[in-house]
């Protein structure tokens, strides 16, 4: 794991116990925040459960610039005392009993150049100050270059568990729902593009977001 996502890994535990507003879902190490007036890429997304399960707890994508140790994330919370906004509410599927999956929004400022998604962890907050952690059994590579003054859509990370012992992320594509709720937070945000990700690599711990109508959407407020 980059240095700069241990420190990562330390600070989320000790934030589930401090921590009390709504927190970003954006983790960006130092050297790779873009200076004042300097140039600036956008990664846009949403991450967060698919429904309610064991992930209902917190979860993060895992990303670096590439030939470095310098990280970042996108990471989604659900506790007490912390966790991220509730941008998205809604169920997936025909069940109208189910209850519905949450995610939150990220819009993820970088220098540009060339990144890499890489892996994935899950965190359950537990009694005691104590917790759990989950990540893949192998490291991936799904590169991308971003270019200075542009946004662009990476896609919905939606996850499920079974138990706390096996996860995966679906991604897929809902990029009008999600740019709707980045503009909110960043108004300045340039035209999105879509990345188009080629995934192949990731599989089996991401896959394609399963075929299924909503049926209970929390529309994003304008």
């Known amino acids: 794991m980059p240095v700069v996502l241990r420190a990562f890994a330390r600070l ?47 979860q993060r994508i895992l990303l670096r610039q590439r030939g470095s140790q310098y990280g970042a994330a996108a990471w989604w919370g659900h506790a007490e005392v912390a966790h991220t906004p509730k941008d998205i509410e809604e169920v997936h599927g025909s069940n109208k009993k189910a209850l ?3 995610a939150s929004v990220f819009v993820m400022p970088l220098k540009p150049g060339d990144y890499e998604f890489y892996d994935f962890q899950f965190f359950w907050s537990g009694y005691n100050g104590g917790y759990r952690s989950l990540q893949a059994r192998e490291q991936f590579l799904v590169p991308m270059h971003l270019e200075a003054g542009k946004a662009y859509y990476m896609g919905e990370f939606r996850s ?25 937070y960043t108004p300045g945000l340039p035209p999105l593009l879509p990345l188009n ?12 977001m399963p075929a299924a109508d909503v049926v209970n959407n929390k529309e994003p407020k304008q």
Do not use: W
């Open 12 to 58: 989320l535990p000790l934030a589930l116990l401090t921590a009390c507003a709504a927190q970003s879902p954006v983790l960006v190490s130092d050297p790779l925040q873009p200076a004042a007036g300097g140039p600036v890429a956008y990664l846009v997304g949403s991450i967060g459960p698919l429904g309610r399960d064991n992930a209902y707890t917190n």
């Open 160 to 184: 499920s568990c079974l138990g706390v012992s096996a996860c995966l992320f679906f991604h897929g594509g809902k990029q009008t729902r999600d740019e709707v709720i980045a503009r909110r």
């Open 100 to 102: 519905p999956g949450e």
């Open 197 to 208: 990700l080629n995934m192949a690599p990731a599989f089996p711990f991401v896959m394609p």
